[in-house]
């Protein structure tokens, strides 16, 4: 069993950096993949970013790439997506996941374990 926790969202403009974090806690839980979703309101929960256990692959997805950066530190157990150049298209709930099956998964179902999610807000 792994328990993840976000934190560090909040309302900024856009243009602004933000960066959420993830706290893992459980039974070898620096060996999974890790992985944040967001979910807009009225819309589908949608892949963001993934790292794979120890830190060297990642993978975005196109309409975050060159602005996100995900990484995870493992003796803090930790995991933080690093938010930058934010548009108001970026407001949703971020959720933290973390995926047994290594590789780095684009869609929710290949993720055992979930977060409550934390709201981040664009302002225009």
């Known amino acids: 069993q792994v328990h993840l926790v976000e934190s560090g969202g909040g309302l900024v403009q856009a243009g602004d950096s933000l960066r959420v974090s993830c706290t893992a806690s459980?039974?070898?839980?620096?060996?999974?993949?890790m992985g944040w979703f967001r979910q807009a309101p009225g819309k589908e929960r949608e892949f963001v970013a993934a790292?794979?256990?120890?830190?060297?692959?990642?993978s975005y997805a196109d309409s975050v790439k060159g602005r996100f950066t995900i990484s995870r530190d493992n003796a803090k157990n930790m995991v933080y997506l690093q938010m930058n150049i934010l548009k108001p298209e970026d407001t949703a709930v971020y959720y933290c996941?973390?995926?047994?099956?290594?590789?780095?998964?684009?869609?929710?179902?290949?993720?055992?374990?979930w977060g409550q999610g934390t709201q981040v807000t664009v302002s225009s």
């Open positions: 790292v794979i256990w120890s830190g060297r692959s990642t």
């Open positions: 459980g039974r070898s839980s620096s060996y999974y993949t």
């Open positions: 996941a973390a995926g047994r099956h290594g590789g780095l998964p684009r869609v929710g179902y290949e993720y055992d374990y």
